[in-house]
């Protein structure tokens, strides 16, 4: 299964940007997908998951309220939606797929495939 992100960029606080993560080798309704980002001299932390029933989804108290993950079967993608970007928001974005239960979404380590990393940076 490779994974494909894209959609990083330099946005100023308070606007939007949507990433995108193309999936092959694989469909993406029979993943879990989730979305983490790492900050320069930080560890990897998550952001958001959806579980592959589609039916569940997890947040980081951080993001929630402000970034929606979903995804496109037809077009075998995931989606990162984030609204009010703030400067804490800046990181190297990750997108990654798994089979494991909907308990262990939110920890990294749990994730068989990943993408590469896009950047997004929140400034004025």
């Known amino acids: 299964v490779q994974l494909q992100a894209s959609g990083g960029g330099l946005v100023k606080p308070g606007e939007s940007l949507k990433f995108s993560c193309a999936v092959s080798?694989?469909?993406?309704?029979?993943?879990?997908m989730g979305w983490f980002r790492q900050a320069p001299s930080k560890e990897r932390q998550f952001v958001a998951a959806?579980?592959?029933?589609?039916?569940?989804?997890l947040y980081a108290d951080s993001v929630n309220g402000r970034f929606t993950i979903s995804r496109d079967n037809a077009k075998n993608t995931v989606y990162l939606q984030m609204n009010s970007l703030k400067p804490e928001d800046t990181a190297v974005y990750y997108c990654?797929?798994?089979?494991?239960?909907?308990?262990?979404?939110?920890?990294?380590?749990?994730?068989?495939?990943w993408g590469q990393g896009t950047l997004v940076t929140v400034s004025s």
């Open positions: 990654a797929a798994t089979k494991v239960v909907l308990s262990g979404l939110r920890t990294p380590d749990h994730y068989n495939y």
């Open positions: 080798g694989g469909t993406v309704r029979t993943y879990s």
């Open positions: 959806l579980h592959w029933s589609g039916g569940s989804t």
